[in-house]
């Protein structure tokens, strides 16, 4: 059985998806980043690994998210993409005639304009985490809420109190405010969820044609307060996809299979090096390149003293260097400027 592999690497959470050749979703994790992508990717690959049916062949890797770069170095990606891309594309698996996608994850929001299954529009929140996951876990904990029953405090609620809802800080203390007046929890939390959605409205979605059908993923869909909230506001019913958590990970394997059917016969072998990545040490490390008055923020990417891939000069110098050492040409710490060919793929293929 030939299958393709997503992998979906956020600031928060970190997915992984296998799906075969139906695009049926065959195994996946969910887990938290932690802040340490490298080993939240070896912890989902040992998942996945142990959760595959017998026989299955990976012939097709992608990666996506905050992090794409560094996992698609680790696990030998096809292709890596961006997130609205692998959204949109998991979205129209889910919802064929989809028009809006509304994700929201860990540190991010973001809303996607689909129209004939084409994403002709976007928008992402920049700097303001109000409404993203972390908050929203933030927020439960300081409630004394599990983060899998605020949702359900919502419902619970028989008024919502207004809460200001368009920056993190002042919803905090505006929740703490109304809690020393006595509302009670559910009513505060409803009042929250419809903040955030207000919220995201006005700022995501201004000047934005939201239409139904409308898709909500992301983990932060699973909060049935937030759903009720958007309906609410929309005045429209939202579907959440079964696998609404690891979207991402899933628009990654198709497009990565879809890419690979494109080339030639003779090109089409993965550059998926296995499963045992996971046991496989690696480190990162990062240094400014000080060639001209960009200074340039290098990561580099390294496996048992081997450097795998740089990545983040704006000119090329560190990221199209070749495979192969360049005497004459040393790295930082004297060592040769040695780039994975996967780098130079990424550098024109991450978009």
Known sequence: MNVALGVDVGSVTTKVAVVDETNRVLASSYIRTGGDPIHSVQRAMREVARGLPAGATVTAVGS????RELAGVMVGADLVKNEITCHAVAATMAVPDVRTVIEIGGQDSKLIILRNGIA????MNTVCAAGTGSFLDHQAARLGIPIEEFGEYALRAESAVRIAGRCTVFAESDMIHKQQMGHTKESIVAGL???LVRNYLSNIGKGKEILPPIVFQGGVAANRGMVAAFERELSSKLTVPEHHTIMGAIGAAVLAREAMGARPQQGRRTAFKGYDV????HEARSFECTKCPNRCEIVELSSSGRVLARWGSRCGRWTLARAEPEVGRPGPRGRGEVTSGY????SGGAH
């Open 64 to 67: 996506t998210g905050s992090a």
């Open 120 to 123: 002709v529009d976007f928008a």
């Open 193 to 195: 969820c419809q903040a």
């Open 278 to 281: 996971a046991e496989v040490p």
């Open 343 to 346: 780098a130079t793929r990424a």
